[in-house]
């Protein structure tokens, strides 16, 4: 095999195992090369992926040792798509009754859902992070997107349970949107204990249904990793979550004048983007 197609084969291996460490003598023997070619082949990618913003190779030495490949978001390009989604969201015709925002073309577009999931997944890059968490229905895709740059499983919490899914673990909790307790499980076969939880949301208020989550995973002794949404809107009251990302912020929204006003969210803030270099 050419060196341009054992790169071009590697780059694929590499990006769809994100987060998984891989010795050189996997590669050695897939491409029946020897391993200062492979070495040599990897620091090309690696240039390559880090000028490109758009992944670092981790070099883990030993025995045992190998390359990780761990994709991120540069901060410019990162900027560029939240400045994008805030001016698509800001369209009045996205203005539900209720004052309510529309959605579900961002959450059924994969290349929305690219960007937010690996954005997302630059924050918690290097966070243990066993699971990715959200709750039905529409925080679903989003889920899907991170743990897919995450490389690691993601549970559907329901709020109404499903014999499918055997025994669960329920708890109640308050809608930041109707100030009503409501309830929300989990199957327990979902979260072994002592799991690291990344929870994940399409929309947020209040916070209430992420503090739903962060109970849930309490019952599972189960620990949060951190907590991130898609969207956060302003909210009359104080939130009842301090420590979160969001990628977009709703300031105002107002159906009789056609008006809604968005802002970047406080994520890029949150990401030592350093440490990609």
Same mark, same amino acid.
């Given at each position: 095999?050419?060196?341009? $197609?054992?790169?071009?084969?590697?780059?694929?291996?590499?990006?769809?195992?994100?987060? /998984?460490?891989?010795?050189?003598?996997?590669?050695?023997?897939? !491409?029946?090369?020897?391993?200062?070619?492979?070495?040599?082949?990897?620091?090309?990618? @690696?240039?390559?992926?880090?000028?490109?913003?758009?992944?670092?190779?981790?070099?883990?030495?030993?025995?045992? #040792?190998?390359?990780?490949?761990?994709? =991120?978001?540069?901060?410019?390009?990162?900027?560029?798509?939240?400045?994008?989604?805030?001016?698509?969201v800001e369209n009045p015709? @996205?203005?539900?009754? #209720?004052?309510?925002? !529309?959605?579900? &073309?961002?959450? #059924?577009?994969?290349? &929305?859902?690219?960007?937010?999931?690996?954005?997302?997944?630059?924050?918690?890059? =290097?966070?243990?992070?066993?699971?990715?968490?959200?709750?039905?229905?529409?925080?679903?895709?989003?889920?899907?997107?991170?743990?897919?740059?995450?490389?690691?499983? =993601?549970?559907?919490?329901?709020?109404?349970?499903?014999?499918?899914? #055997?025994?669960?673990?329920?708890?109640? !909790?308050?809608?930041?949107?109707?100030?009503?307790?409501?309830?929300?499980?989990?199957?327990?076969?979902?979260?072994?204990?002592?799991?690291?939880?990344?929870?994940?949301?399409?929309?947020?208020?209040?916070?209430? /249904?992420? /503090?739903?989550? $962060?109970?849930?995973?309490? $019952? =599972?002794?189960?620990?949060?990793?951190?907590?991130?949404?898609?969207?956060?809107?302003?909210?009359?009251?104080?939130?009842?979550?301090? &420590?979160?990302?969001?990628?977009?912020?709703?300031?105002?929204?107002?159906?009789n004048k056609k008006l809604?006003?968005?802002?970047?969210?406080?994520?890029?803030?949150?990401?030592?983007?350093?440490?990609?270099?």
């Amino acid at each position: 095999m050419k060196r341009s $197609e054992r790169l071009v084969d590697m780059v694929k291996y590499l990006m769809d195992h994100p987060h /998984t460490l891989i010795a050189l003598p996997f590669f050695a023997d897939r !491409y029946d090369a020897a391993k200062s070619s492979i070495s040599e082949d990897l620091t090309i990618l @690696r240039t390559t992926l880090a000028n490109n913003r758009d992944g670092i190779l981790e070099t883990v030495a030993g025995a045992a #040792g190998g390359v990780r490949y761990i994709p =991120f978001m540069g901060k410019q390009a990162a900027m560029s798509f939240l400045r994008d989604l805030a001016d698509r969201v800001e369209n009045p015709d @996205r203005i539900l009754p #209720g004052n309510f925002v !529309y959605f579900s &073309d961002i959450l #059924g577009s994969p290349q &929305d859902l690219q960007n937010i999931g690996k954005l997302i997944a630059t924050k918690y890059a =290097f966070s243990k992070v066993d699971y990715v968490m959200t709750v039905e229905t529409k925080g679903l895709t989003v889920a899907q997107a991170v743990s897919r740059f995450l490389n690691v499983p =993601f549970v559907l919490v329901r709020r109404k349970p499903k014999i499918t899914e #055997g025994a669960t673990i329920s708890v109640n !909790y308050v809608a930041s949107s109707s100030e009503r307790v409501e309830k929300m499980e989990l199957a327990k076969r979902s979260l072994p204990s002592g799991s690291n939880v990344l929870i994940v949301d399409d929309f947020m208020r209040g916070g209430g /249904t992420l /503090t739903g989550m $962060e109970e849930l995973v309490k $019952e =599972f002794n189960c620990h949060v990793a951190g907590m991130a949404v898609l969207c956060e809107s302003k909210y009359a009251s104080r939130k009842v979550v301090d &420590d979160y990302q969001s990628l977009i912020k709703i300031a105002e929204v107002d159906r009789n004048k056609k008006l809604i006003k968005v802002q970047t969210g406080n994520i890029v803030d949150q990401i030592n983007f350093e440490r990609f270099l």
